[in-house]
Structure formats: structure tokens, C-alpha cells
């Protein structure tokens, strides 16, 4: 079970820490990612980890403002979100996969995907 947390509401220019914990049953993961999704659009990547290397991979439209990491003894993958913009508003996924060498840009590369969290970024 993966389980989102820290959205809210923030004005552009501010600041959010999103954070993704795995509960339950342990699995293997190979890589985690963030994606999020706005009002009629689909779901796009934003940012990824290999989750025992730490080379991490950023969507194009976030770098230089997000950061995704990862924390063993927590258990969790965050992303910190800075400089946020109106463009940034959605819900926001965390996903895990299992396997080794997929595009973590493809969210058919992941098996198991968090419920949501809503990230709301006023002009």
C-alpha cells in the first residue's frame, strides 16, 4: 500500500513536501515515481528515484524546481516542490515497480499506485 500525503493549497512562488509511505506487506521495488494529473488531462510523469541507486529522473517542465528522494529508514519517497506555479495544480500520485530496466517515464512501468494527493497552487 503506498499512501500520499502533504498537499494543500500554497500561492505561486511558495513552497510543498510531498510524502509517500509504503505500509502493509513488503515488496521489492525497483524504482518509485511521482505523477500527477490536472482537471481533464491525463496523468503525467513528473519525477522518479531507483530506489536503491538514487538516480533520479525529472520531468523537463519541474527541473530545476522539484526534487524527488527517498528515505530507507522511513521508508518513504518525497518530493519536495519549490517555486510552485499555477500550471503545477493537480492531484498527485506516488507508484512503485517491481521491475528493473522499464521506462520510469511510463505509467505502465508501475504496479502499484498511491490514492492521491491534491496540490492546489493559487496566482
Known amino acids: 500500500q503506498l499512501q500520499a500525503s502533504g498537499g494543500g493549497l500554497v500561492q505561486a512562488g511558495g513552497s510543498l513536501r510531498l510524502s509517500c509511505a509504503a505500509s502493509?506487506?513488503?515488496?521489492?521495488?525497483?524504482?518509485m515515481g511521482w505523477f500527477r494529473q490536472a482537471p481533464g488531462k491525463e496523468r503525467e510523469f513528473v519525477a522518479s528515484i531507483d530506489w536503491s541507486a538514487g538516480n533520479t529522473n525529472c520531468a523537463d517542465s519541474v527541473k530545476g524546481r522539484f526534487t524527488i528522494s527517498r528515505d530507507f529508514a522511513k521508508n518513504t519517497v518525497n518530493l519536495q516542490m519549490n517555486s510552485l506555479k499555477p500550471e503545477d495544480t493537480a492531484v498527485y500520485y506516488c507508484?512503485?515497480?517491481?521491475?528493473?530496466?522499464?521506462?520510469?517515464?511510463?505509467?505502465?512501468?508501475?504496479?502499484?499506485w498511491g490514492q492521491g494527493t491534491q496540490v492546489t497552487v493559487s496566482s
Open positions: 507508484a512503485a515497480s517491481r521491475t528493473y530496466g522499464l521506462n520510469s517515464r511510463s505509467r505502465d512501468a508501475y504496479d502499484y
Open positions: 502493509g506487506r513488503t515488496f521489492s521495488r525497483s524504482f
